[in-house]
């Protein structure tokens, strides 16, 4: 069956931008979720990242997971799991059993995420962040299931006003 897909497109000009989708994104955020991001390198993804795990109640520094791979954390409400799959091969990635991490109670951030896509569950908002120059990015989302397709949905009448 083929899921239902929502798109949006966030216009972040300043960081502060990025890290108001992020905030919001988090607001919504419910146990087992999955965001998957993809952009080139200083995009922005750790940036996101930060700004959502502060939104979601995890104290401390969130550092970039690029050399640990995964990194969890513990959350208000919920465990953030933030994960950096540049360096995996899809292979290795298999291994690592991801899947109790997706289909657990937590909320999972995968950088790079589309060179494991086949290892990730149909369900998911992928955001894609690409450098426009200086501090602005184009944040293309993509929601794949009724809940992304909604959020994605918020998304287009909040954005329309801003
Ligand atoms: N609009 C923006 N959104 C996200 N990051 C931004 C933005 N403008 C500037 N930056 C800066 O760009 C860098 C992004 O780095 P990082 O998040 O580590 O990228 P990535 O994880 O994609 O490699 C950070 O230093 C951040 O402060
Ligand atoms: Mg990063």
Redesign the pocket.
Known sequence: MQEREGHAVWL????????DLAQQLAAWVKPGALLA?D????????????AFAGAIGVEGIVN?PTFTIIKEYKGEQLPFYHM?VYRLSLEEADELGLDDYFYGNGVTIV?WASLIKELLPPERLELF?E?LG????R?QLTGIGELYADWCKALNEIGAGR
């Open positions: 972040a000009h300043t960081e502060q931008d990025t890290i991001l952009g080139d390198l200083g995009a922005g993804k750790t940036r996101f990242s930060q970039s950096d950088e962040i450098h200086g501090d602005s990015r944040i």
